[in-house]
Nanobody
Framework: QVQLVESGGGLVQAGGSLRLSCVASGIIFNINTMAWYRQAPGKQRELVAVITSGGSTSYADSVKGRFTISRNNPWNTVYLRMNSLKPEDTAVYYC???????WGQGTQVTVSS
């Protein structure tokens, strides 16, 4: 029922930038807290950023000052702007509706040194 489609990943050089997008359906988007997670090879999935329905944001320490989460409610879309990318940011990135235990396909981000 909840559908999440991530896009925008790719291969970038260290120091570069990407903007990820996630389009959600099957929910009343504007009332839901949204989040971005990532999972690197051989590692557990970790929370990267959160944005509430009111627009309040929070970030993992590892990405503070570099990543920005935002949302466009009329488009049912949450974004993750990633600047100053590091090789350790390499992972599959997933968005999530925090109230539901559903995941999209994810989008691969690879940062080369």
């Amino acid at each position: 029922q909840v559908q999440l489609v991530e896009s925008g990943g790719g291969l970038v050089q260290a120091g570069g930038s990407l903007r990820l997008s996630c389009v959600a359906s099957g929910i009343i988007f504007n009332i839901n807290t949204m989040a971005w997670y990532r999972q690197a090879p051989g590692k557990q999935r970790e929370l990267v950023a959160v944005i509430t329905s009111g627009g309040s944001t929070s970030y993992a320490d590892s990405v503070k000052g570099r990543f920005t989460i935002s949302r466009n409610n009329p488009w049912n879309t949450v974004y993750l702007r990633m600047n100053s990318l590091k090789p350790e940011d390499t992972a599959v990135y997933y968005c999530k509706v925090q109230a539901f235990d559903s995941w999209g396909q994810g989008t691969q981000v690879t940062v080369s040194s």
